[in-house]
């Protein structure tokens, strides 16, 4: 069943059976001390906001039977996935791949690099890695939801104008309703933040729509 979920720059139709929760990058490596957002030289506690909402929805989508959609940023061991251009940026004992608090920086299988416990995937749903900030650039995402016939994301996680925005630009452009969900999105800049969400619904809805927590569970539980 359709039902209409309240978003900006306008509500827009959505039933279970076409709708995934794709939830970026809740990562220790960016919401910890010690990871890679804070060797980037920024607060990490600012994301600490995204989680109770990213939690909420969750619930909400895994009562619902939506498809769950957890993504990873990082980087095999030996760094074959990572664009040199992108390992050189910053002090070089903080860069990726570099040993750090809480094992190497942004590199699969270490700690820094699990999703936070709060958010832990549940048995059978889809985790993505991705090398990248976009979670369809270098991953199977598009032939996972296109077996699924999804055709809407509800996005959440962090942050808001980096991996969120790129997924959300990369799933316009291949044909997905994104709807960003802005309370269970964070960054490390508030004024991005707000821009980053501004930019997505300006123009008729550009990269898509912005909606909140509270407005998409109600829509999941009425769907
Ligand atoms: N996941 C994600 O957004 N990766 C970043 O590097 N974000 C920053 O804001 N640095």
Redesign the pocket.
């Known amino acids: 069943m359709s039902v209409l979920l309240d978003a900006e720059p306008a509500p827009l139709a959505v039933d279970r059976a076409t709708t995934a929760l794709v939830i970026?990058?809740m990562q220790r490596d960016?919401l910890e001390p010690g990871g890679?957002?804070e060797t980037?030289g920024?607060d990490v506690g600012l994301l600490g906001a995204a989680i109770g909402p990213c939690r909420a929805v969750l619930a909400a989508a895994r009562e619902a039977g939506l498809l769950v959609v957890h993504t990873r940023?990082g980087h095999a061991p030996d760094l074959s996935d990572a664009p040199p251009a992108k390992v050189a940026r910053g002090a070089p004992s903080a860069r990726i791949g570099a040993p750090g608090p809480m094992g190497r920086i942004l590199i699969r299988g270490e700690p820094g690099h699990a999703i936070i416990p709060e958010l832990a995937p549940a048995p059978g749903e889809v985790v993505i890695d991705k090398p990248g900030?976009g979670a369809f650039y270098a991953t199977a995402l598009g032939e996972i939801l296109a077996a699924r016939r999804i055709a809407t994301l509800l996005v959440c996680g962090?942050?808001t104008?980096?991996?969120?925005h790129t997924t959300v630009r990369e799933g316009n452009d291949r044909g997905y309703r994104c709807v960003v969900l802005a309370d269970a999105c964070g960054?490390?800049v508030p004024h991005f933040h707000e821009v980053g969400l501004a930019m997505i619904k300006a123009q008729g809805g550009i990269f898509g729509w912005v909606s909140n927590t509270a407005a998409a569970i109600a829509a999941i539980r009425a769907a």
């Open positions: 970026i990058d960016f890679f957002g980037l920024n940023e900030k962090v942050t104008e980096v991996c969120v960054s490390y």
